[in-house]
């Protein structure tokens, strides 16, 4: 199967709607087909599909063929214009949902520089809100909200931590003593 080495389109059988060329046997033209596609080396079955070449570097042919043939002296399109035309912000219909979609680009937000200036050290301002009762479990915590005043964040987490364990372990107590009876 015939893949091409720029964007990895591969031949479909009995679908001729996209061609695939091998590069070229003269090391002229060959350098630059891969100048041209930005490419630094070549097998001798590495092929670069019909996408890159434009509609001009064809024969013209009797309309009665769908085979493609480059001219001898066809260069690709550079790898750049073809990704500005992929990138433009014409519309496109979508194969899948077969909608118009469109490329827009959006302006940058400055408040996001705003955001990472913030201070990440200091949360005294952040109120800590605990359920009364685990979810899990359905008993009380042992971490009250006086816990978390002045309080680090890693500290935070260890007593949250510390508090899920002795839950789990006075589930698995109950559990057993169950089992028992």
Request: include cysteine; proline fraction near 4%; hydrophobic fraction near 30%.
């Amino acid at each position: 199967m015939r893949t091409c080495v720029v964007c990895k389109k591969f031949s479909i059988p009995g679908d001729n709607s996209r061609s695939f060329h091998k590069f070229p046997d003269d090391c002229v033209l060959r350098d630059k087909w891969m100048l041209a596609l930005g490419i630094s080396s070549v097998a001798t079955s590495t092929t670069v599909c019909s996408d890159h070449f434009d509609e001009n570097a064809y024969h013209k042919t009797d309309g009665y063929t769908t085979l493609k043939r480059l001219l001898h002296d066809a260069i690709p399109i550079s790898q750049s214009s073809v990704e500005c035309d992929k990138l433009s912000d014409c519309a496109q219909t979508s194969a899948y949902t077969g909608t118009s979609e469109s490329s827009v680009s959006m302006p940058a937000d400055d408040d996001l520089t705003k955001i990472a200036s913030i201070p990440t050290d200091d949360i005294s301002n952040i109120t800590a809100s605990i359920p009364t009762d685990s979810a899990v479990f359905n008993e009380p915590t042992s971490v009250t909200n006086d816990d978390f005043e002045n309080e680090s964040h890693t500290r935070v987490s260890d007593k949250i931590a510390h508090s899920n364990k002795s839950l789990l372990a006075a589930d698995v107590d109950d559990s057993y003593e169950n089992r028992k009876r």
